[in-house]
């Protein structure tokens, strides 16, 4: 089974499925992490060291965000980014049962 | 800022004409020493890796050259410089280690050079040419001042050579030529396109004045000049010695191969790794003091067959501040990165390598910007955050693929912490010094290993933090600590490196306080930013504490080292200011570590234990963001612990989570 990163690889249809648990992230001829779940939230979710800029320093708000396998809860993608920004990361990759 | 072309500002907008052009234009006012097919392919390959390697070295020595020469502490100490050698037409065939971004754009500089400076005033042997125009290329912002010269071989062109480096300051309206209230570029130092300083081998007093008259530091910034000169010299000198061994033919033919190797290894490299396209955004917060504003950097990588596209299409348009950048930003984002990431064992000729790639990316945007947009931060604000973008899709790419995955590295030190300080030294003489602590951030984690605590910046593989008692020695400060931030290194799997934080105090200046001009960015928005579910670093943080008690516990003995151990009062630092530091006062900058790579909760919890033990992590982000439950006293894991607080925490985050498909578009 090839892969796209260390959480998501290809299963033998072609569809993304989670490396950890095989859950279906994408089936065949969905968007790239379709059925991937979303966690949003105050930057402070990244951990103590990522701070709300007080006073703030943008006038835009933003957020956490985490993509998550909907079986097994393994972050997918995690990002401090602009609410009003969607899909600021992604990846479309050719599925190769072989290389070359 | 609106784009407006601006008529007699066409001639410096700069795109690399094709060889073949350029070989015609040029070749009307000087003779370009060449070599074809047959003269490459007669070289044997023992000859090719001696020459190989002494190209190589030369440009080594072409760095110890300028350390030696140059009095600058960010030249001598931070290695913020570079060198290349060329060829008759400036493509790169070897550049040096130190800061690479330096080297992405030097060639536009000489080829612009051959087509506007032949005929007049003529290229001849012993000239050198200074250029510090972003928009022709050579450096990434007007401080980054290229010096390069030509090497004839009898009457033909044979060469070039060529150094960059910072110049602490080149005029504009603030210290250093860190314009933070820049709307253009006449806030700043004037973009100096190539001009012939050295003539026959003589230093033309005429232009060094006029060179030197714009800086506040004028002795100091004569004496990188020299230091530049001096690297070429040598660097010529030994060129000249190579060519009366081996023949100007053979060397020649050795530099045409080694283009060749570069690109043909490059695109063997990618041939083995899946087609693909990548996108990622870099964010930076604040175009100048004063603005709020958050802009936004786009990068699809798209990866076919042999080759790569860089496409920055969606970025912002130019900004009325200091963070923009020209074309050569661009180049000087892409060209660390590749190399880093593809080349770790193919020649750094970007010439060669750059063969393989192409760059989409549109003027009056904020990393191609035209003029007259304000560029003065461009080489560590637009560049630096195009190098983010690009190492972050460059990671995705690599990923994909068993030989290409160790390869991948997260984004290192997401950006520069720059605290710049100006006024009277210790000896009662002026001094202007950028604070080059930061060149210790965090480096981004790899898909098998953490990054490297402090371990830089990727742009610059031989940058160096400065020494603290150097920096003591030369500038009115005193040091209450500097050493690596918990916490500072993305969570992941593998963890991204820690950056860390400086703590100083004016001392002994002859003035009660010194200028200080503060730009930085990643304060709302981190800047390193993790791969694979791995997160971003810290948000950057840079306070000053004025009317700070701190002299009065050095007099009592005691030396803070905390924040919490300091009364005064606190001024979180914008991500631009211009302001003063008074004796009374205390400075803090946390710069950032590098982002982190795959999910935090698979990381080893031995290795989660071990961060805890050596302070990299806190016990807070050890239980709340990995997940790892460690027994009190001796500090090892509680495995049953662990295994359950992951299991909550997966849980939780499920609980707290949507279907992604529900989201409406932008």
Known sequence: MNRVDDNIAFAEDGGQVCSHCGGVLAAVGEPHLHRALIRVGEVSLAGPHVRAADPPVVDEEVQFRQLLCPSCGTALLTEIAATADRDTRTASVTARTSRG | ?666
């Open chain 2, 1 to 666: 800022m609106p784009v407006t072309p601006v008529p007699g500002s066409e001639k410096f907008s700069y795109r690399p004409t094709p060889a073949a052009q350029l070989r015609e234009i040029a070749g009307e006012h000087v003779r370009l020493h060449t070599v074809d097919a047959a003269e490459v392919a007669a070289v044997d390959p023992l000859t090719y890796e001696v020459v190989r390697h002494r190209l190589e070295s030369i440009t080594h020595e072409m760095g110890e050259a300028i350390k030696r020469m140059s009095g600058s502490v960010i030249v001598t100490d931070c290695n913020d410089f570079n060198f290349a050698i060329m060829d008759e037409i400036g493509d790169e065939v070897e550049i040096g280690l130190y800061n690479t971004a330096l080297c992405a754009a030097i060639d536009m500089a000489v080829k612009w050079t051959l087509e506007h400076r032949a005929a007049n005033p003529g290229i001849k042997p012993g000239d050198m040419f200074l250029c510090n125009d972003p928009w022709v290329g050579g450096g990434l912002h007007q401080n980054d001042t290229a010096l390069f010269a030509p090497l004839f071989v009898g009457d033909e062109l044979f060469a070039w050579t060529g150094a960059v480096a910072h110049q602490i300051d080149l005029g504009g309206v603030s210290p250093g030529s860190w314009s933070v209230k820049s709307t253009d570029v006449f806030w700043e130092s004037l973009p100096t396109p190539p001009v012939k300083i050295v003539e026959g081998g003589v230093l033309r007093s005429d232009i060094e004045d006029v060179w030197l008259r714009r800086s506040r530091m004028p002795a100091l910034v004569g004496l990188d000049l020299r230091a530049k000169i001096g690297a070429n010299h040598m660097a010529q000198e030994r060129l000249n010695e190579l060519v009366d061994r081996y023949g100007a033919s053979t060397v020649k033919a050795v530099m045409r191969r080694i283009l060749d190797n570069a690109e043909q290894r490059v695109r063997a490299k990618l041939a083995a790794i899946p087609d693909g396209e990548w996108s990622a955004v870099a964010y930076q917060d604040s175009a100048r003091e004063g603005d709020e504003t958050l802009y936004r950097i786009v990068c699809t990588l798209r990866k076919q067959g042999e080759g790569l596209h860089f496409d920055f299409t969606g970025t912002d348009p130019q900004a009325d501040g200091l963070i923009n950048c020209t074309h050569a930003g661009v180049r000087g984002g892409i060209t660390p990165a590749v190399l880093t990431a593809l080349c770790g064992d193919v020649p750094w000729a970007p010439a060669g390598v750059f063969r393989c790639i192409e760059i989409t990316s549109e003027p009056g945007t904020i990393n191609d910007c035209t003029f007259p947009a304000g560029i003065s931060k461009g080489s560590v604000a637009s560049a630096w955050a195009t190098l983010n973008v690009v190492q972050e899709c460059l990671g995705g790419m690599l990923d994909t693929h068993e030989d290409s995955r160790p390869n991948v590295t997260g984004v290192c030190l997401g950006s520069w912490d720059l605290a710049l300080l100006a006024g009277l030294d210790q000896r009662g003489a002026p001094f202007v010094s950028m604070v080059g602590d930061a060149m210790a951030g965090g480096f981004g984690a790899r898909s098998d290993l953490d990054g490297v605590d402090t371990g830089g910046m990727a742009g610059a593989p031989m940058g160096r933090i400065p020494d603290v008692e150097m920096t003591e020695f030369s500038y009115p400060m005193l040091y209450l600590w500097r050493r690596e931030e918990s916490d500072s290194g993305g969570p992941g799997r593998f963890r991204g490196g820690v950056g860390g934080s400086s703590c100083f105090v004016l001392h002994r200046s002859a003035a009660p306080a010194v200028h200080l001009v503060v730009s930085g960015g990643g304060k709302a928005i981190p800047q390193s930013s993790g791969i694979s579910g791995g997160y971003p670093a810290n948000t950057q943080l840079d306070l000053a504490i004025r009317g700070a008690d701190v002299r009065a516990k050095l007099a009592a003995g005691h030396i803070a080292t905390s924040l919490d151990e300091i009364v005064g009062q606190r001024e979180v630092m914008p991500p631009h200011l211009e302001t003063v530091l008074g004796e009374e006062d205390v400075y803090y900058m946390a710069w950032q570590g590098g982002g982190g790579y795959g999910d935090p909760l698979l990381r080893d919890p031995a290795a989660v234990a071990a961060d805890l033990r050596a302070g990299k992590v806190t016990a807070g982000a050890a239980a709340d963001v990995y997940g790892v439950v460690t027994w009190p006293g001796s500090g090892t894991v509680d495995a049953d612990g662990t295994d359950e607080r992951r299991r909550t925490l997966r849980a939780d985050r499920l609980a707290s989570a949507t279907p992604r498909s529900e989201r409406s578009p932008r």
